[in-house]
């Protein structure tokens, strides 16, 4: 076997080892044992990207099948988030309204008697307990079909994956079908769907912002090839998995037109809509934005900001900042996104894919809440552009796993090393605005247009 192949095969091999490695290791405050693995199946990646040229097409749809694969065997170890959704599954199998009462509230009723029912309650984090379901209908419904065969919380977690990376899967085709249209090599979507942050967070800990970004790709792909009212109803879906979409909206104004805008606004508005009323009603409306809220004046992770400067503000005040704090400073980076998305039209679709990009930015930076797989629809949004931050973002965000092994947010070791993430992000940004995009060609945008038809 020829030297190169060697190379080839032992990066893609370091790169599956390591996946399954950070998804096996059960113990999530084991900290230096999973960041060095991710370390290690992110420098893989960055080799594989880099060395695409001479990867067929099909070896990387193997390497992401199996990457995906052994990211399906154990259930998720860096979230419990996963126990809420079987939750909600059961409980509208058992024709109750997840928006209606609490899981606290279902216990004292007598919803948690079979030993399956007390392993699924035990293991959802305590406020979630006390609160109302957050997810929209559509991400129910990956509960509902996830819950419905069996008993058993691992191959309940099993089918959820796989319901996710089928997903996946149909938006990585759409998602080339896309790149094929703008005359880009169809293989810059391996920095997307071989990143390990996606597969670790999406795959492996049951995360749903992978569904939403396939769903964001399919919608693309067709406003762009002029079928409107299809790509708004994809659409309209992506948002009844993830609110986070609705802030790309405004960017459609100024690059569509009015007409055309407002024909999506309506469509996709109808669809949100319709879909919400299946379980969303008056009645319980307010129970679905108190739980949204949290996020809000709550939760604080991995946030620059309030790690820094809300903490500042707690030497002063008895009372946490952030419950007023945070629903003011959101609201101005709503205002803020909306002005940036009207102030200037773009010229084409490279410059619209940067605007958004740049507004969901802002988004995330002003969050008091950022998980690590916050970051992925910014690093999608990234592929029709020459920036590269968000891939360095997506390296550096799953170190906020330290959290878990002090427990305490506010520790200096923590703050530490948010700090220490964002003047890396800050620095690196600043040097790619200043150079108009990275300085890395094998990730370039530039560096993947090729003269072809759209098949």
Not at 81 to 98: A, K, P, Q
Not at 161 to 168: M, P, S, W
Not at 269 to 293: C, D, K, Q, W
Request: with cysteine; charged share 15%.
């Amino acid at each position: 076997m020829e030297r190169g192949k060697i190379w080839r095969l032992a990066l893609a091999l370091n790169f599956l080892i390591s996946i399954f490695l950070v998804n096996w290791e059960l113990d999530r405050t084991n900290f230096g044992f999973i960041a060095g693995f991710y370390f290690l199946a992110f420098i893989s990646y960055l080799l594989i990207i880099r060395e695409k040229k001479r990867f067929k097409f099909t070896h990387l749809i193997i390497i992401a099948g199996l990457a995906h694969l052994v990211s399906m065997i154990y259930e998720p170890n860096l979230s419990n988030d996963y126990y809420r959704f079987l939750w909600d599954g059961e409980m509208t199998w058992n024709g109750i309204n997840v928006f209606d009462l609490t899981p606290l509230e279902l216990r004292e009723r007598g919803f948690v008697q079979t030993a399956y029912m007390q392993e699924i309650y035990a293991g959802i984090a305590d406020l979630s307990k006390e609160n109302y379901s957050c997810y929209p209908p559509v991400n129910q419904l990956y509960f509902i079909l996830s819950t419905g065969v069996t008993s058993s919380v691992a191959v309940n977690v099993f089918i959820m994956k796989l319901l996710i990376v089928l997903t996946e899967a149909i938006g990585a085709v759409y998602l080339k079908k896309l790149f094929i249209h703008f005359q880009i090599d169809p293989s810059r979507l391996w920095i997307l769907f071989l990143n390990p942050l996606l597969i670790i967070e999406c795959t492996g800990n049951v995360h749903f912002e992978g569904v939403m970004i396939s769903l964001l790709c399919i919608s693309f792909y067709h406003i762009f090839v002029k079928n409107t009212i299809i790509s708004a109803i994809i659409f309209g879906l992506a948002v009844q998995i993830k609110l986070v979409p609705l802030l790309l909206l405004p960017f459609f104004l100024r690059f569509f037109g009015w007409k055309k805008s407002f024909t999506f606004y309506l469509i996709s508005g109808l669809v949100i809509a319709s879909l919400g009323i299946t379980l969303i009603y008056p009645r319980n409306v307010m129970h679905f934005l108190e739980s949204l809220a949290l996020y809000f004046r709550v939760f604080e992770f991995n946030s620059f900001i309030f790690y820094n400067y809300i903490a500042i503000g707690k030497l002063f005040v008895e009372y946490n900042p952030i419950r007023i704090i945070g629903p003011i400073l959101s609201g101005g980076t709503m205002l803020t996104i909306v002005i940036y998305s009207l102030v200037k039209k773009p010229i084409d679709w490279k410059q619209f894919f940067k605007r958004m990009m740049f507004g969901f930015f802002l988004y995330l930076i002003f969050g008091s809440t950022l998980h690590p797989w916050y970051v992925l629809p910014l690093l999608t949004l990234s592929l029709f552009t020459n920036y590269t931050f968000p891939i360095l973002w997506s390296f550096l965000i799953f170190f906020s796993y330290f959290f878990y092994s002090v427990g305490n947010g506010g520790s200096f070791e923590v703050r530490l090393l948010v700090t220490t993430e964002y003047l890396i992000l800050f620095s690196y940004l600043a040097f790619e605005l200043y150079k108009k995009g990275s300085p890395f060609k094998s990730f370039r945008l530039d560096d993947y247009f090729q003269p072809s038809s759209e098949s």
